[in-house]
């Protein structure tokens, strides 16, 4: 399926996402915020710390809570990381 976004908006959130993590570079954070996070609907904030700490939140797949468990269904898991993270963005659960 196709992704509900133009790729200039995506490269436009991952050019920001780099700048708001690494401070200490020129630039440090635009003033602007990425359409695809209006979009879809999530805090800068969430997005950023999310982000920084990608694997202790979601392990190896991320996506929606329903996503999260289906995928650990067919992998013949008990369990997923990621509920938490989940709930740090507005649409998920």
């Known amino acids: 399926p196709c992704l509900p ?6 490269f436009d ?11 200490d570079k020129k630039g440090h954070i635009p003033k602007h915020r990425p359409k695809l ?6 805090a800068e904030e969430s997005w950023v ?6 694997s202790r939140c979601f392990g190896c797949a991320a996506g ?9 269904a067919r992998s013949g898991h008990y369990w997923s990381k990621g509920h938490h993270a989940c709930d740090k963005l507005s649409g998920c659960g």
């Open 64 to 72: 929606s809570w329903e996503h999260l468990t289906q995928h650990c």
């Open 49 to 54: 710390y999310l982000v920084k700490d990608f």
């Open 5 to 10: 976004f133009y790729l200039e908006e995506y």
């Open 13 to 23: 959130l991952v050019d920001w996402t780099g700048r708001a993590i690494r401070d």
């Open 37 to 42: 996070l209006d979009a879809l609907g999530i």
